[in-house]
Structure formats: structure tokens, C-alpha cells
């Protein structure tokens, strides 16, 4: 695994998208490459920094109640 | 071992129809919320194009086999109707060719004076979420589904009726792209200095 292939993946590596082989790999190499190792913790920063910040919001519970008594109220 | 053969089910009751599709659809909600309002841009229609699913997904409720993807299932219909109900009413249509565009290299750009991304940290949520409608609507649907809903790369290619690749490379142009608009918004916002122009 070299550099470039490693940041090729690394997004589903990320996502747990690789076979148990390849993750292992990319993981060898995140270990002992630093600069590879750094943009991992970038990108999976970034991932959870958009996780937490766009799911704050929910469904209005006024809409909650409209669809209840749409579905149930008959 | 003895097996006494299964009789077949009776119907299930009002009640239990109601139970089930309450336990297992009514609880994804949220979800169909968030993501009808990134595709819709506004909470009236979101709230409207969710019900609207709610009602669909309830109807063909006894269709749906339980134990299987519900979460999945209805982001299907409600995408289904969006392109159907609402998509058809907007003025502009994409008008470039998402393969094209060049994937923004943002930890290039910072990673001499941010490597740890902390600038994001300083974004309000307000504005993640108006950069996030900012990209291409097929970039924006998979970062949603994916970053923010949690589905699969395999639940995803289902609901945006596309192949698995296709699924990577919006996420990975997505990704960037945003990326990118949240470091130009932090460098006009003056949160860090940025790539040298």
C-alpha cells in the first residue's frame, strides 16, 4: 500500500466500507506514515464535525401530531 | 426435534398494524425531516413532502416486509415523490455535469497552518447547513444519507437508484466540495487565513 492508493480509500476506509484485508492494510500503513496518518484525522474530524452539526434539527412535533391524527384518527 | 407446522397468520389487527408501522417507520421521522428539508430548501414543503411520505408508506404498509431496511424503504418514497411532486416545480435544473468538477483539495490547502481542522470548529451550524445546500442536489442527497443519516453505501445506490461507485464518487466530490465552501466561508469570516491566492 503506498501513499496514493491509501488516500484513494480513505474515505471508505472511513465509512467501514473495505473488506476486513484492505482495512487492515490502509490501517499498516495510516501507522506509519504520518502525513497519511494527519489527513486521516482530518477527514474523520470533518466527518463527525458534519454528523453533529446537521442533525440537530428534527421533525417539529406539530408535524408529528398532524401525521398521527392523519394515519390513526379514522 | 419436533416442528409443529406454522399455521398460517391471522391479519394483523388495527392495532397491531398501527404498533408495528409506528415502531418502525414513525421512528426515522427525524430523518426524513432533515433530509426532506436539505432537498426541498424550505420547512413548508419539507413538512409536506414528509407527510405526504408518511401517508404512502402507511397505505402500503402490509407490502412492506418487516425486518428489512424500513429506514431505507421510506427515504425511497419520499425521494420518489420529491422528484415527482416538488422537483419538477423549480426553475433551475442542475446545469453542470457533476463528473467534471474537479474534487477541492482542502487539507492541501491548510494543512501548513491547520492540519487539525480546527477552523470548522468555529462554524456555526447555520452556515454548515447553508453550505451543505449550496452543493449540486446528487452531492448533497449522498453526504446527507450518508454523514448525517448513517446508511450504508449499498443503502444509499438503492434509494438514489445509482451504482455503488457512483455512490463514492459523489460522497468523495461532496465531501470536498464542502470542504471547500466552509474553508472560503472561514477565511472571509477571517477564522483562518487560508491558502495563498
Redesign the interface.
Known amino acids: 500500500m503506498n501513499c496514493r492508493e491509501c488516500l484513494e480509500h480513505l ?2 476506509y472511513l ?1 467501514r ?1 473495505m473488506t476486513p484485508d484492505v482495512e487492515r492494510e490502509i490501517r499498516n500503513h495510516l501507522e506509519a506514515c504520518p502525513p497519511c496518518g ?2 486521516h ?3 474523520a ?3 463527525k ?3 453533529a ?8 412535533p406539530a ?2 401530531r ?3 391524527e ?3 384518527d379514522e | 426435534m419436533a416442528s409443529t407446522p406454522s399455521p398460517t397468520p391471522d391479519p394483523p389487527s388495527q392495532e397491531e398494524r398501527r404498533a408495528g408501522f409506528e415502531r418502525e417507520a414513525l421512528v426515522h421521522l427525524d430523518t426524513l425531516y432533515r433530509v426532506a428539508l436539505r432537498l426541498t430548501g424550505n420547512a413548508a414543503d419539507a413538512e409536506d413532502l414528509v407527510q405526504e411520505t408518511m401517508l404512502r408508506a402507511y397505505r402500503s404498509w402490509d407490502r412492506f416486509t418487516l425486518g428489512t431496511n424500513a429506514k431505507g424503504w421510506l427515504l425511497t418514497i419520499l425521494r420518489h415523490l420529491f422528484i415527482n411532486e416538488y422537483r419538477r416545480r423549480r426553475r433551475h435544473p442542475e446545469p453542470i455535469d457533476l463528473d467534471t468538477i474537479e474534487p477541492f483539495a482542502v487539507f492541501e490547502d491548510i494543512q501548513e497552518e491547520d492540519p487539525q481542522g480546527a477552523f470548522f470548529d468555529r462554524i456555526v451550524d447555520d452556515e454548515v447547513l447553508r453550505a451543505v445546500d449550496q452543493l449540486p442536489e446528487a452531492f448533497r442527497e449522498a453526504v446527507m444519507l450518508s454523514d448525517v443519516e448513517g446508511l450504508s453505501y449499498e443503502e444509499i445506490a438503492k434509494v438514489m437508484e445509482v451504482p455503488v461507485g457512483t455512490v463514492k464518487s459523489r460522497l468523495y466530490r461532496g465531501r470536498r466540495m464542502l470542504q471547500g465552501k466552509l474553508l472560503d466561508y472561514a477565511v472571509s469570516m477571517g477564522y483562518i487565513k487560508g491558502p495563498p491566492k
Not at chain 1, 452539526?53 to 417539529?60: D, H, I, L, Q, V
Open positions: 474515505y471508505e465509512d466500507e494527519e489527513q484525522d482530518f477527514e474530524l470533518f466527518l464535525f458534519v454528523k452539526r446537521c442533525s440537530t434539527e428534527g421533525a417539529p408535524l408529528r398532524r401525521i398521527l392523519q394515519l390513526f
